[in-house]
């Protein structure tokens, strides 16, 4: 008999011999035909594995479904695996144990009311046939005359015949059933299959004890060729018609075993079994947790039964199929419905192990595979892992997936496997295993590069060579507690580092509120330094050159953040820096400048600091809270995000700075239509709707102006070609289209100033000719992560072709 | 005091003017002493070229100020100083508000520190008559000057239109071109001034015509006149004097007008209260928000 096949791929041992059990069993079969009223029946349906060709489109969704973990290993340099041991096999191993059915007796008197006549199906057919025999084999002819009829027993049980044809004969409707036909799936014999003897009366067994079939037939008509035509004549089981279905959860139950029953026994005894056996059912019955299936599903069910009449074997299929279907579109990956009890009564009772979570392991290897004892803290990974991966819950692919890429986000580890494997001392149960291979404490790096830099006339010189690089350094996951400290210095010239030394030192110190405490909450201090072109000194159209001005920042920088969600958070915390301006030749500016008529530069411009000396002291709080519901629709974002920012002067530096600058950001992404979510299904259009209102009460200096137009301001200018101003707002939209694999977008934007430009000190935009607003449109299409756009800016009315990179909003 | 270091010089231009001129002018200027004012500070804005150093000869009576006919004049302002009689008469000649197409901020900061601690008592805003449009540029300079020195400068200003004696195409009238020309400028002022207060009542600046050109055509006592028959000197003096008479006050030239309202010092002390309230009123509800959003997550079907 041969079943399991699916299975046997995965674990192999366990269910060869459990195989060999259930063959024992068959003999007490016949019981179902004998009294069908009173007939309980279990069907171990095979889970989703019905035919041989199942494993492997199985493993490919599996593969699919994880491929986005896997891309994001990739990309983190890291390698993710979220193994499924296909449980699936053990389950049905363990049901598969007692294929056997006990006769049902007792209907007399039962009155309908099911009665402990139990059997077993083993659906599982398979390929464990179809394996062995490959269809290159040799075969032997049949060695009869062409076109007679013969019974499997007249087979010589020392040749391998050829099945060359295979027909399946459906006496109740006396009609040839197809290949399409669901029972099709439970045969393991193929047309062009070498099969013995033994073999197929095998088959024939297990199709025969499957309980779908009253009565299975194999007969042979041989074939001038020296081949078989094998027809299969069956009769399917079919029940007395019922109008409730009841789901139950039978993970972690005693799998009913068979029982023996004498031969011997009288009718007296037989009756007294059958009620015993009723009896275990029903407590059996109601010890059973329920199911997760939802009501819709229910009912769905329930108009399959009604619509059905009888309930036959088929129409069992069709409910396991759409049970098991409903729990694995819901991520219940082991989930599968082993039995279905009850049967010829009112009310059958579909058993689903639904794959309880027994236990959660943590586990950390080497880099050669070997278990060790990590270094990471485990609560620190049990933290990250969703509440229906821990014990008690019924195993979910999806949380396996979520505890994945939680795990994943730490950054700690260079591998990541989630793998649920069946619980062996406990059945139906699922032990989830979590491996994990920790990357480093420890990493130091040094890149190194020339630069050359244009000399005298143009041409590179010796002198030109410029030694440049980053060294850094990073220590991580400190007390195993994710703790890291990490510093870079970058130069672009080592013999002369002190042109442009960017340096960072950072210290993160996650779970400040303890690694056990829910709210999350991470510490941050870190010592920076930075340069940038200030857009407050840039010319309005038409200005030539406007000498640009330099601003240095360094300084500390404390923070604490309060994650509330993966993108919702809260940033509080304390910064102090000095900031530099300086000109073109690094030195200290004290004003910006501007080019004259003549050809002259005069230093007469707006004040760059609030000090006026160049170089500027302060402390300043700085608070962030941004609350991001935003999400990818078939990879459009979707949603709302709102940022408030603030950053309040302690008076505290050169002059003793006071002040209050804020910024409101909201940006929406509206869906104009409902699209089905899915892979490769495309994206909805989306308007994107964008405010962004600055301001400043208090003291400003020229750098910590906020300025208009650019990339992110108002497209189609420059950076700060509008205006440098005390309160700006800025206004965007735009449409989002579809197009292909990507989108096209047509956008306008408006940047004011608020007549707000005058009370900056000196007036930027005005000395540089700026007209303070200005709006533009325009439309691009994406390519990959680089935006092309066209944009008109509406103050000259021309248009120019832009490239960016990232999104604006 | 920048004042005190110049040489005031006594005016002799003035004996030049024609005898009906100087008694018209000396009377003007009597009746000026008559209401106490014995210092009368006059100052000459306007785009470059349109003949404000000239003007300033042509009061004078005598080549004070340099013409620079195609340059763009003195770079830095220039203030000509003469008393006759014990009344003193300061005119400041200023460079060209223009520059490259803009408003040049640099000249006016220049003209305003220039012009610190001094009283001006009139402004002469020279344009040319011989203009047939207004543009953009005219209300910027409009703007740039009533920016830096108040809208109360309207108020002791007058339009001095140059070129007046021009050659019109046929059929064209000279009171009418005069007229439209005129009222398209005031039209200007008014836009700027009115734009952003409504308590500006009564006309304000009144035009005057000028033509410094020696070619001026003269009358029957030898004065410049206008093509309407106005001896245009004394002309433009009364009205400075009208003006100064007219009851509005002078503008004194202090460090706050040149610095203007220091902005990082507005609303400093509310600072308190406004990062109060965007604790209280902003920050906290969006948390509260999260907290929420948090609580009723869509959740997915296995949570």
């Given at each position: 008999m041969s079943s399991f096949a699916a299975p046997t791929h995965l674990l192999p041992t366990s269910t060869f011999s459990r195989r060999k059990l259930s063959s024992t069993t068959v003999p007490a079969r016949s019981s179902s035909s004998v009294a069908p009223r009173a007939t309980n029946i279990q069907c171990n349906l095979s889970p989703s594995l019905p035919s041989?060709?199942?494993?492997?489109?199985?493993?490919?969704?599996?593969?699919?479904?994880?491929?986005?973990?896997?891309?994001?290993a990739s990309a983190a340099g890291a390698t993710l695996f979220l193994r499924l041991t296909p449980i699936i096999g053990g389950e049905g191993g363990g049901g598969g144990g007692d294929g056997w059915f006990g006769g049902g007796g007792g209907g007399d008197n039962g009155g309908g009311s099911g009665d402990g006549g139990f059997w077993r199906k083993l659906i599982c057919p398979e390929s464990a046939i179809a394996d062995e025999n490959n269809e290159s084999q040799e075969w032997d002819a049949h060695g009869l005359p062409a076109n007679i009829m013969i019974q499997l027993s007249k087979l010589s049980?020392?040749?391998?015949?050829?099945?060359?044809?295979?027909?399946?004969?459906?006496?109740?409707?006396?009609?040839?059933?197809?290949?399409?036909?669901?029972?099709?799936?439970?045969?393991?014999?193929?047309?062009?299959?070498?099969?013995?003897?033994?073999?197929?009366?095998?088959?024939?067994?297990?199709?025969?004890?499957?309980?779908?079939?009253?009565?299975?037939?194999?007969?042979?008509?041989?074939?001038?060729?020296?081949?078989?035509?094998?027809?299969?004549?069956?009769?399917?089981?079919?029940?007395?018609?019922?109008?409730?279905?009841?789901?139950?959860?039978?993970?972690?139950?005693?799998?009913?075993?068979?029982?023996?029953?004498?031969?011997?026994?009288?009718?007296?005894?037989?009756?007294?079994?059958?009620?015993?056996?009723?009896?275990?059912?029903?407590?059996?019955?109601?010890?059973?947790?329920?199911?997760?299936?939802?009501a819709t599903v229910h009912a769905e069910i329930l108009q399959m039964l009604r619509d059905h009449g009888k309930v036959s074997a088929r129409l069992l299929q069709k409910i396991r199929d759409r049970v098991q279907k409903w729990y694995h579109d819901e991520g219940y990956a082991c989930a599968q419905v082993v039995n279905f009890g009850?049967?010829?009564?009112?009310?059958?009772?579909?058993?689903?192990?639904?794959?309880?979570?027994?236990?959660?392991?943590?586990?950390?290897?080497?880099?050669?595979?070997?278990?060790?004892?990590?270094?990471?803290?485990?609560?620190?990974?049990?933290?990250?892992?969703?509440?229906?991966?821990?014990?008690?819950?019924?195993?979910?692919?999806?949380?396996?997936?979520?505890?994945?890429?939680?795990?994943?986000?730490?950054a700690l580890f260079s591998n990541i496997e989630v793998n649920p494997r069946p619980d062996e001392k406990n059945e139906g149960g699922i032990i989830v295993e979590i491996k994990l291979k920790e990357l480093d404490q420890k990493s130091a790096e040094v890149s190194a590069e020339w630069s050359l830099v244009p000399g005298r006339g143009g041409r590179p010189t010796f002198a030109s060579l410029q030694p440049g690089?980053?060294?850094?350094?990073?220590?991580?996951?400190?007390?195993?507690?994710?703790?890291?400290?990490?510093?870079?210095?970058?130069?672009?010239?080592?013999?002369?580092?002190?042109?442009?030394?960017?340096?960072?030192?950072?210290?993160?110190?996650?779970?400040?509120?303890?690694?056990?405490?829910?709210?999350?909450?991470?510490?941050r201090a870190s010592c920076f330094n930075s340069r940038k072109l200030s857009p407050v000194f840039t010319g309005g159209p038409g200005v030539d050159e406007v000498p640009p001005i330099w601003v240095d920042r360094a300084g500390l920088k404390a923070n604490i953040t309060e994650n509330f969600t993966r993108q919702s958070k809260f940033t509080y915390g304390l910064v102090m820096e000095e900031i530099t301006t300086r000109d073109e030749s690094s030195h200290i500016s004290l004003n910006g400048q501007r080019v004259l008529p003549s050809g002259g530069i005069s230093a007469d411009g707006p004040p760059t600091t609030l000090s006026g000396t160049g170089i500027d002291q302060m402390a300043f709080l700085q608070a962030n809270i941004t609350r991001d519901n935003t999400k990818f629709i078939n990879g459009a974002i979707v949603g709302e995000r709102n940022v408030f920012q603030v950053d309040q002067g302690l008076g505290i530096g050169s002059k003793f700075p006071f002040?209050?600058?804020?910024?409101?950001?909201?940006?929406?992404?509206?869906?104009?239509?409902?699209?089905?979510?899915?892979?490769?299904?495309?994206?909805?259009?989306?308007?994107?709707?964008?405010?962004?209102?600055?301001?400043?009460?208090?003291?400003?200096?020229?750098?910590?102006?906020?300025?208009?137009?650019?990339?992110?301001?108002?497209?189609?200018?420059?950076?700060?070609?509008?205006?440098?101003?005390?309160?700006?707002?800025?206004?965007?939209?735009?449409?989002?289209?579809?197009?292909?694999?990507?989108?096209?977008y047509a956008f306008v934007e408006h940047g004011n100033d608020l007549g707000s430009s005058k009370d900056v000190k000196g007036n930027p935009t005005e000395v540089y000719r700026r007209m303070g607003h200005g709006s533009s449109y325009g439309a691009g299409v994406k390519l990959g992560l680089v935006r092309a756009e066209y944009a008109v800016d509406h103050n000259t009315g021309t248009g120019a072709l832009f490239f960016r990179f990232g999104e604006r909003f | 005091m920048s004042m005190a270091s110049q040489i005031i010089r006594e005016w002799m231009g003035i004996q030049q003017f024609p005898p009906a001129t100087q008694t018209k002018l000396l009377e003007l200027l009597g009746k000026l002493k008559q209401e106490d004012v014995n210092t009368l500070t006059i100052l000459v804005m306007g785009k470059g070229g349109v003949g404000k150093s000239s003007t300033v000869n042509s009061i004078i009576g005598e080549k004070a100020v340099a013409v620079s006919t195609f340059q763009s004049e003195g770079p830095r302002p220039v203030m000509v100083s003469r008393s006759r009689a014990g009344f003193t008469l300061n005119i400041v000649d200023t460079p060209g508000l223009i520059e490259g197409g803009y408003v040049n901020y640099q000249a006016l900061q220049l003209i305003k520190r220039f012009l610190l601690n001094k009283t001006i008592d009139v402004l002469l805003y020279v344009d040319r008559l011989d203009v047939y449009?207004?543009?953009?540029?005219?209300?910027?300079?409009?703007?740039?000057?009533?920016?830096?020195?108040?809208?109360?400068?309207?108020?002791?200003?007058?339009?001095?239109?140059?070129?007046?004696?021009?050659?019109?195409?046929?059929?064209?009238?000279?009171?009418?071109?005069?007229?439209?020309?005129?009222?398209?400028?005031?039209?200007?002022?008014?836009?700027?001034?009115?734009?952003?207060?409504?308590?500006?009542?009564?006309?304000?600046?009144?035009?005057?015509?000028?033509?410094?050109?020696?070619?001026?055509?003269?009358?029957e006592n030898d004065e410049k006149v206008l093509p309407n028959g106005t001896a245009w000197i004394p002309n433009l003096v009364k009205t400075i004097t009208e003006v100064v008479l007219n009851g509005s006050k002078s503008l004194h030239v202090d460090k706050k007008l040149i610095e203007g309202p220091n902005p990082n010092e507005k609303g400093k002390m509310l600072i308190p209260f406004i990062f109060a309230f965007q604790y209280f009123f902003i920050i906290k509800p969006i948390i509260r928000a999260i907290k929420s959003d948090v609580a009723k997550e869509s959740k997915p079907g296995w949570k």
């Open positions: 041989p060709q199942n494993p492997s489109k199985r493993n490919k969704n599996i593969l699919k479904s994880l491929s986005k973990p896997l891309a994001i049980g020392y040749k391998k015949y050829k099945l060359s044809e295979i027909f399946f004969f459906d006496r109740r409707r006396g009609v040839t059933v197809g290949t399409e036909d669901s029972f099709f799936e439970m045969v393991s014999l193929r047309p062009g299959g070498v099969y013995t003897k033994t073999q197929l009366l095998k088959e024939l067994e297990t199709l025969a004890t499957c309980g779908m079939f009253e009565k299975v037939d194999m007969e042979c008509k041989t074939k001038p060729d020296g081949t078989l035509a094998m027809q299969i004549s069956f009769l399917e089981s079919t029940w007395q018609s019922a109008d409730r279905i009841r789901c139950i959860n039978v993970g972690l139950m005693q799998q009913s075993k068979p029982i023996e029953m004498d031969a011997d026994m009288t009718e007296k005894e037989k009756m007294e079994f059958y009620r015993s056996q009723e009896k275990d059912y029903k407590r059996r019955i109601e010890k059973a947790r329920p199911c997760l299936l939802p009850n049967l010829n009564t009112r009310e059958v009772v579909c058993e689903v192990v639904e794959g309880d979570i027994t236990q959660l392991v943590v586990q950390f290897q080497d880099k050669l595979g070997n278990v060790v004892e990590g270094n990471t803290q485990l609560a620190v990974v049990k933290r990250e892992l969703p509440k229906q991966l821990r014990q008690g819950n019924v195993f979910n692919i999806e949380a396996g997936k979520q505890a994945l890429r939680n795990i994943n986000s730490l690089g980053t060294v850094s350094f990073e220590h991580r996951n400190l007390q195993g507690l994710n703790r890291s400290i990490l510093g870079s210095v970058t130069t672009s010239n080592f013999l002369n580092p002190q042109d442009d030394l960017a340096f960072k030192l950072e210290y993160v110190h996650p779970y400040l509120d303890g690694v056990y405490n829910p709210r999350n909450r991470t510490f002040f209050n600058r804020h910024q409101l950001t909201l940006t929406r992404f509206v869906q104009l239509k409902k699209v089905e979510e899915g892979a490769n299904k495309p994206p909805p259009p989306v308007l994107v709707l964008h405010g962004h209102y600055g301001g400043c009460v208090g003291d400003l200096p020229s750098y910590d102006a906020f300025t208009l137009g650019g990339p992110y301001s108002v497209r189609g200018y420059n950076m700060g070609e509008l205006g440098a101003a005390r309160n700006i707002l800025e206004l965007g939209a735009e449409i989002r289209i579809p197009v292909k694999n990507t989108h096209m | 449009r207004v543009d953009n540029l005219d209300k910027q300079i409009v703007r740039a000057i009533t920016e830096n020195f108040g809208e109360g400068i309207w108020k002791r200003a007058l339009i001095v239109l140059t070129h007046a004696q021009l050659s019109l195409p046929d059929g064209l009238d000279y009171d009418v071109f005069c007229s439209k020309r005129s009222e398209a400028l005031l039209k200007v002022v008014h836009a700027e001034v009115r734009g952003k207060k409504n308590d500006v009542h009564g006309s304000i600046a009144p035009v005057v015509l000028v033509e410094n050109s020696g070619r001026c055509t003269k009358n």
